[in-house]
């Protein structure tokens, strides 16, 4: 048995069966929320045995935050992440905590993030958000919200990480890479789950035939980029100098201690990484925010009396950098459809050395837990009888204090947390904010929540019909202070005012 635990059997469904064990009951196409489903009355720690590997998964808050502490625990690779390897080599989210490539490209993109460089993606973030609105403003009508979202997280990273534009707003078909991408990325999920059935080497070998086109297409268009870099040099802004962008830095800068240098296979991983995990995660956080927003009109209100006082009462106005740790509303509308549906949902932690965990259960180093985060958010201990309600004001400062820490860990936790979160949540609320103050926008009353499970949680099949909106900053005179920001020092995406530097963490 794999992850085995040395024979530890946690709760687990009913009907296990003597080979497959939990086999039956998941659902392929949505694992996840079979799997939520299925741990609804399993406790804070359960198993499901799918043939000869086991999964541990942890779904109480108090274990997750024990799994938190960085002196006892790290990342692990589950199978999905080592099925994803295959597609994107070792770039940062897949690769193990010891390989040299890890602290090399972390210490050398680690600048890349800093409130400098996220000043200087700014105005690049605002050009493509407003590329998305000039196509509505032409098309009008219903929109596919987490298409569009998607195209337009696509297009940030890209422009802003390697100066490359994949044209996507001027496509009616997404970009070949983008289908691609999404072919190579379901083969592997499918070989992950196979993986410990009985032939699946055998499954394994078909898919990845069937999948070799793709993967070839998405590795030949990634090394174009860097050999058009190569040839073209540093002349544009984005690109020379201290301004470079993700791919300046990873072909042009040594490492300032060693002198090392990432090798081009290398820095093909780390850009397939990044427009993998740099854009689905933030279009599904925008698609949640707006699905609950738009259901309930007072919280829609309240935002929209937030982005008229900031913004004035000219829809086309674009938020400055300063401008956008204002919107403290939007922030704790964010924050709160990422406790309910944390769009990269699991990590997966494993001891450093061996250990008890809950007081009682032995751990090992070669064992791993997955935890699942809608439902460690969703833990009535720390969030309440009403922890399934959207319900952003949790987020306040007075509501917050004294919430166990270490539970609430949508961008992950410790040194292997989401270097990303900072350009992810002012992504997200610049293109909010433009869009609530731009646009009314209605739902279809009819809509019921679906989630589609790729790597990332998404509503399915979300739609909004957009309207020219006239905002009304003399609506919301006197409230933006005293309702909706009773506290002026949340939410701001605090710098750490010496360095200069995001901080690095994510807990709260
Ligand atoms: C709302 C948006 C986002 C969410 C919810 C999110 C979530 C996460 C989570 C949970 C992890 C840790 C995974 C683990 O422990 O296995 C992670 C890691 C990572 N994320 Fe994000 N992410 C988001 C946006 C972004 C963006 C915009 C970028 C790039 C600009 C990015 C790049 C990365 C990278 C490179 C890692 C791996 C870090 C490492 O291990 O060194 N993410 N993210």
Redesign the pocket.
């Known amino acids: 048995m794999r992850n085995d635990w040395s024979g530890t059997t946690f709760p687990h469904p009913a009907g296990r069966r003597p080979v497959a064990g939990d086999a039956f009951g998941a659902d392929p196409d949505a694992p996840l929320q079979s799997t939520m489903r299925r741990a609804a009355d399993l406790g804070p720690i359960f198993e499901l045995k799918i043939f000869d590997q086991k999964f541990v998964f942890v779904t109480g808050a108090e274990l997750a935050a024990e799994l938190a502490d960085e002196s006892r625990f790290e ?1 692990s690779l589950s199978p999905a ?1 080592i099925a994803l390897r295959e597609f994107v080599g070792a ?3 897949t ?1 193990y905590n010891d390989e040299t490539n ?1 602290s090399l ?2 210490d050398l993109l680690r600048p890349a ?1 800093t409130k400098s460089s996220m000043q200087r993606y700014h105005p690049v973030m605002l050009a493509a958000a407003q590329e998305l609105f000039d196509n509505w403003d032409q098309l009008g009508g219903p929109v596919d919200v987490s298409a569009d979202m998607t195209k337009l ?1 696509m297009e940030t ?1 890209s422009r802003t ?1 390697f100066s490359h534009d994949f044209g996507s707003f001027s496509r009616t078909e997404p970009h070949p890479f983008i289908l691609a991408m999404i072919a190579a990325l379901k083969a592997g999920q499918r070989k992950g789950s196979l993986n410990s059935m009985p032939g699946a080497a055998l499954l394994a070998k078909r898919i990845d035939k069937k999948n070799a086109h793709h993967q070839a297409y998405v590795d030949s268009l990634i090394d174009g980029i860097i050999a058009e870099r190569r040839i073209s040099g540093a002349s544009d802004s984005m690109i020379a100098g201290d301004n470079q962008d993700l791919l300046g830095i990873m072909l042009n800068t040594p490492h300032p201690e060693t002198g090392a240098r990432l090798d081009d296979l290398n820095i093909r991983h780390q850009i397939l ?2 427009l993998v ?3 689905e ?2 279009s ?2 925008l698609s949640f925010a707006l699905y609950y927003l738009t259901r309930e009109p007072a919280m829609m209100a309240k935002a929209q009396v937030e982005v008229d006082a900031i913004l004035g009462s000219d829809p086309d106005t674009e938020p400055t950098f300063g401008q956008v740790a204002k919107f403290r509303y939007l922030r704790r509308v964010l924050d709160e459809s ?1 406790r309910l549906w ?3 949902p699991a ?2 932690r494993s001891p450093r050395e061996e250990t008890m965990i809950g007081g009682k259960h032995l751990m090992r180093p070669q064992d791993w837990a997955i935890v699942i ?1 809608p439902m460690v958010h969703r833990d009535k201990e720390v969030w309440g009888e009403d922890a399934e309600e959207f319900n952003p004001d949790r987020f306040l400062p007075e509501n917050s204090r004294g919430r166990m820490t270490h539970t609430y ?5 410790g ?7 900072q ?3 002012h ?2 609320i610049l293109v909010l904010a433009r869009m609530l103050h731009r646009y009314d926008l209605t739902p279809d009353p009819a809509y019921e929540l679906e989630i589609a499970e790729r790597l990332t949680l998404m509503p399915r099949g979300f739609g909004l019909t957009i309207t020219p909106r006239r905002p009304d900053p003399a609506a919301s005179a006197g409230q933006l202070e005293s309702e909706i920001c009773p506290d002026s020092s949340i939410a701001q995406p605090g710098f750490q005012a010496t360095s200069q530097r995001w901080p690095s963490g994510s807990a709260k």
């Open positions: 990342k992440l770039g940062l989210f690769a890890w490209a972390h993030f997280t990273i990480a990484t990044f995990a740099g854009h995660t933030t599904g956080a990422l944390p769009t990269a990590f997966t985060l860990k949508p961008f992950g936790t040194e292997r947390s989401c270097i990303g979160r350009f992810a949540l992504e997200a």
